[in-house]
């Protein structure tokens, strides 16, 4: 095995490899934004807590915007907070906002906020039209059920989401070309990422009719940026915008930037407990050349398979048999 140098990180002037293979152990987050307070929201105008829903009188599309599928992504809520605050005023077609997981929200402790993710499961893994006929329950799989019928009136749906560790924004448009068509129409931020989601349970945007190249109805999901930080909820106001201009229901925006796809070509899983990156990497970081070493797993090497490899969402402390990063190529 090739002898890696240690990297100094972020964390306490740990030597990251060392710091890397502690993966029960977490730093301290900064939380920089506050959870607003949702009973304003909580009876929503549907019937369905949480659910807001907003008719223009000329006919359009059905837009969907959902937040809190995961509890302490709080950055989604700050998002829709404002927009319900503004009074959203869709010129044509519909709009519904989702405030999803109301019961995780509620137990947000910026002192621990990792620790309230899901009340009993993650519900970004659920989307499973057999698992939602089953009998199995859970809050998450309760909660998703009763907003199933919102999730199928939908023509176009945006899922607002942040993430653990360091990286650029993305939108993920998973395996169909609709979904990638869209996410180029939204086009904010930029890089547009095809994958195909994850081996524990179907996101919201790999339900079914979204991903089904017979159905029109499509869906993105944004990654705006790092947890409980000012400019993550300012990157997911700006995509809101921009999905509202793509779908008419909104003026579109002034100016965005070109969109670069990249597809996901292999997720790297963590083997076992002492899987380690060689440097701190930044999720989007591109790794110029193939061959270049990355991370030691076990004392197996992690190498680059092409030139200009892009890294998705490199996660510093992967547990076993958890995704550490996926590699992907621009297309």
């Not at 927009?83 to 509620?106: M, Q, S």
């Not at 409980?228 to 990157?235: K, L, N, Q």
Request: some cysteine.
């Amino acid at each position: 095995m090739t002898a890696v140098e240690p990297h100094i990180g972020p964390f306490g002037g740990m030597p990251f490899n060392a710091w890397n293979a502690l993966p029960q152990t977490l730093p301290r987050f900064p939380v920089r934004v506050a959870l607003p307070d949702l009973r304003r929201w909580q009876p929503g105008n549907t019937g369905i807590p949480g659910v807001w829903r907003f008719a223009a009188g000329a006919p359009g599309p059905h837009l969907v915007i959902t937040c809190l599928i995961h509890g302490n992504e709080i950055a989604g809520a700050l998002a829709l907070d404002t927009l319900l605050r503004a009074g959203p005023n869709p010129a044509r077609g519909t709009l519904t906002l989702v405030f999803a997981n109301l019961e995780a929200a509620a137990r947000f402790d910026p002192e621990n906020p990792t620790a309230s993710r899901f009340a009993d499961e993650d519900m970004n893994r659920l989307w499973d039209a057999s698992l939602l006929a089953g009998h199995r329950t859970s809050h998450e799989l309760t909660r998703a059920r009763a907003l199933q019928p919102v999730i199928d009136a939908a023509d176009v749906l945006l899922d607002l989401h942040s993430m653990l560790w360091p990286s650029d924004p993305l939108i993920l448009c998973g395996p169909s070309e609709k979904g990638r068509a869209l996410a180029r129409a939204v086009g904010v931020p930029p890089l547009v990422v095809a994958d195909h989601g994850h081996l524990g349970g179907r996101r919201l945007i790999d339900y079914a009719p979204f991903v089904d190249p017979a159905d029109p109805r499509t869906a993105i999901l944004v990654e705006a940026g790092p947890h409980w930080e000012p400019d993550t909820v300012r990157s997911m106001s700006a995509t809101i915008e921009a999905a509202l201009g793509a779908t008419g229901l909104g003026p579109l925006p002034t100016s965005k930037a070109s969109t670069r796809v990249a597809e996901v070509t292999l997720a790297i899983t963590a083997n076992s407990g002492a899987f380690a990156f060689t440097s701190a990497y930044r999720g989007g970081e591109v790794i110029k050349h193939r061959n270049t070493l990355i991370a030691i797993d076990g004392g197996i090497e992690i190498r680059t398979p092409y030139d200009d490899c892009v890294l998705i969402m490199p996660s510093p402390r992967p547990g076993r048999g958890h995704t550490a990063v996926r590699l992907a190529k621009y297309v």
